[in-house]
């Protein structure tokens, strides 16, 4: 059965484990093999993977070029100017032309509407690979990254520090699908938004909304961050965000906080900034193992929703 990929609030508890799990298998099988050598079951041989990118991008197109090729298949990819989305094609005459020629789309994008707009009117999987709501491909490697170096998820805490972003609102949507704790230290104009808490809430999820940075801290497992500008900000926001986010930043001081805790942060990074250069280049530091792990889980995410993962 196929699936799209679109918010983690959208799967089921069992199948976000499994594809963590597939992560984590996957990973471990290719012990010692290069980079271009197809999985030895090569599940989605034959199969063809369209990438839509509206912005730039390192770690998506990467990983998701290689996973796809790893697990046998091949990818063909289009930017904005390259499609006629740019010139004004309606983006549901778009998703029934990409659904004759290719097998799955991922899309990085801003517009979260226009994702599920697409998804509607597509005939194949839908992956987000990044809009401006969410960003469920990374968090799934950042979960795998956080169980190699502290072990199963469940029932430990992670504390988030800076923007309520699209990265915070997956992190929400994932402590309660692996029922962990969250703590989100960051200004109140800045806050996830309120309809994403209150449905962590409903769900059960233990949430923690906070502007003291160093309960936020205290005897968590992992402390994370992500730039405090995005590409899309003029520089007047810009000025308005550092100002706002000047006093969250991950210091030693704050790590020392936690349970021996690790560091993660998505990249691009800024030293000085959301971090400093003595906890990002640190040995807490686990920022290239979680780039990696995009790779990992991106692959058992197109088994997903292809319906050939193994379990």
């Known amino acids: ?37 197809a999985d030895h079951d090569a599940p989605l041989s034959g199969h063809m993977l369209a990438m839509l990118f509206d912005m730039p991008s390192t770690r998506t197109r990467l990983s998701f070029d290689l996973a796809m090729r790893q697990l046998g298949g091949q990818t063909m990819m289009l930017n904005q100017s390259e499609s006629q989305l740019g010139r004004g094609e309606s983006i549901a005459d778009t998703a029934r ?35 401006s709501f969410s960003h469920p491909c990374q968090i799934m490697a950042d979960i795998q990254t956080f169980e190699e170096h502290k072990g199963a998820v469940t029932g430990k805490k992670i504390a988030w520090f800076g923007d309520g972003n699209n990265v915070a609102v997956s992190f929400v949507h994932a402590a309660v699908l692996f029922d962990f704790d969250l703590a989100l230290a960051m200004p109140e104009a800045f806050m996830v938004p309120e309809s994403v808490l209150a449905w962590a809430r409903a769900q059960g999820g233990r949430i923690n909304v906070t502007q003291d940075l160093n309960a936020a801290a205290e005897g968590a497992s992992a402390l994370v961050t992500d730039c405090w500008v995005s590409m899309a900000d003029d520089p007047e926001t810009a000025a308005t965000r550092m100002a706002a986010f000047e006093h969250f930043r991950i210091t030693d001081d704050l790590m020392a906080r936690g349970d021996d805790p690790i560091f993660m942060h998505c990249l691009p990074a800024y030293r000085g900034k959301e971090v400093s250069e003595e906890v990002i280049d640190g040995p807490r530091s686990v920022i290239f193992d979680e780039a990696e792990n995009r790779l990992h889980a991106q692959k058992a995410i197109l088994t997903y929703c292809l319906g050939q993962s193994r379990g």
């Open 1 to 37: 059965m196929n699936h799209d990929f679109l918010d983690l609030s959208a799967l089921t508890k069992p199948d976000a484990r499994a594809i963590i799990d597939e992560a984590h298998a996957r990973k471990a099988a290719r012990s010692g093999l290069p980079s271009a050598q």
């Open 97 to 131: 032309v990409l659904s004759r020629f290719s097998d799955a789309v991922m899309i990085r994008t801003g517009s979260h509407q226009g994702i599920e707009e697409f998804a509607k009117h597509a005939s194949i999987p839908v992956i987000n690979g990044l809009t």
